[in-house]
C-alpha cells in the first residue's frame, strides 16, 4: 500500500454520506481526497475499518467535515472520501498522526492502495446549491457540466470572433487562442453557477447520489453534447 500527495487546484467532493462536521460550516480552505483499492470481498472489512478512522478524524483540530462514496460500476473502482480542515496545518497534522499511522497500518490487510491529493482551492463556488453548505460535486459531473458550457462559447468565440477578426488582423494563432480562452472562460462564472441550481438533483442529490441518478445525469450532459455537435457540424 502506498501514498501518494500531489497538489491540483480544483477541490473534489465526492458524496453521499457526510460524516461529522459543524452543521452550517463554511466550505473548508483546505481538502484531502483519498481513494483506495480494496481487495475483492474485503469490503465490509473497508467499512468497518473506514468507520473507526473517520470516529477518530472528527476528533482532530480544524476538522470540518468528511464524505465517503463507494464505486461506481463503469465510473470509479475506488472508495473515495474527502476531508475538510480549517487549515494546512491542522489538516497536515492528522494526516501525519500517529493515530491515523496505525490505523493505516491495519488496513493494509485489506487494502490493494491508496492515494491522498491535498487541495487548496478551486472553482467549488461555480457549483451552487439552495444547501446552507453547498458541497461542490464529484469531479467527473463537474468536469461534464463545465465542458457543456465551454465547448459552444470556444466555437461561437472561434467561428464569430477569432477565425474572422483576430486572426485576419494578423494576430498569431498562439495569442488569439489565449484572448479566446479568456473571453470564453468568463461567462462560465454565471453559466456553471445557473445550470449547477437546476441540476442539483444530479450534482448534489439531497439523499446521497445512486447509479439511477448519475446515469440519468450523466445520460442528460452527453445529450446537450449531442445536440452541440449536431448544432455545429451545419455551420459552414
Known amino acids: 500500500m502506498g501514498e501518494q500527495r500531489d497538489l ?21 480552505p483546505v481538502s484531502a481526497v483519498i481513494s483506495t483499492r480494496i481487495r475483492p470481498g474485503q469490503e465490509a472489512a473497508y467499512r468497518r475499518w473506514e468507520q473507526r478512522i473517520a470516529a477518530a478524524q472528527a476528533k482532530a483540530p480544524g476538522f470540518q467535515g468528511y464524505r465517503l462514496e463507494q464505486p461506481i460500476p463503469g465510473v470509479q473502482d475506488d472508495w473515495v472520501v474527502i476531508l475538510r480542515f480549517d487549515s494546512d496545518a491542522h489538516l497536515q497534522g492528522w494526516l501525519d498522526s500517529p493515530e491515523r499511522t496505525a490505523l493505516l497500518a491495519e488496513a493494509s490487510a485489506f487494502t ?9 482551492t478551486g472553482f467549488d463556488q461555480w457549483f451552487s446549491s439552495a444547501e446552507a453548505t453547498p458541497a461542490p460535486p464529484a469531479p467527473w459531473k463537474g468536469n461534464m457540466l463545465v465542458l457543456a458550457f465551454l465547448y459552444p462559447l470556444v466555437f461561437l468565440f472561434g467561428a464569430w470572433v477569432q477565425t474572422p477578426w483576430l486572426e485576419r488582423a494578423g494576430l498569431p494563432f498562439w495569442l488569439a487562442l489565449f484572448i479566446a480562452l479568456v473571453v470564453t472562460t468568463l461567462p462560465l462564472s454565471y453559466l456553471v453557477p445557473w445550470a449547477s441550481r437546476r441540476l442539483a438533483w444530479w450534482l448534489n442529490p439531497p439523499a446521497g447520489p445512486t447509479l439511477r ?5 450523466a445520460a442528460l450532459i452527453a445529450a446537450l453534447y449531442a445536440l452541440s455537435l449536431l448544432v455545429f457540424s451545419r455551420f459552414p
Open 112 to 120: 490493494q492502495e491508496y492515494h491522498t491529493r491535498i487541495a487548496r
Open 8 to 28: 491540483f487546484f480544483e477541490r473534489r467532493q465526492l458524496a453521499p454520506e457526510l460524516v461529522g462536521g459543524e452543521p452550517g460550516a463554511r466550505p473548508a
Open 213 to 217: 441518478t448519475n446515469l440519468a445525469g
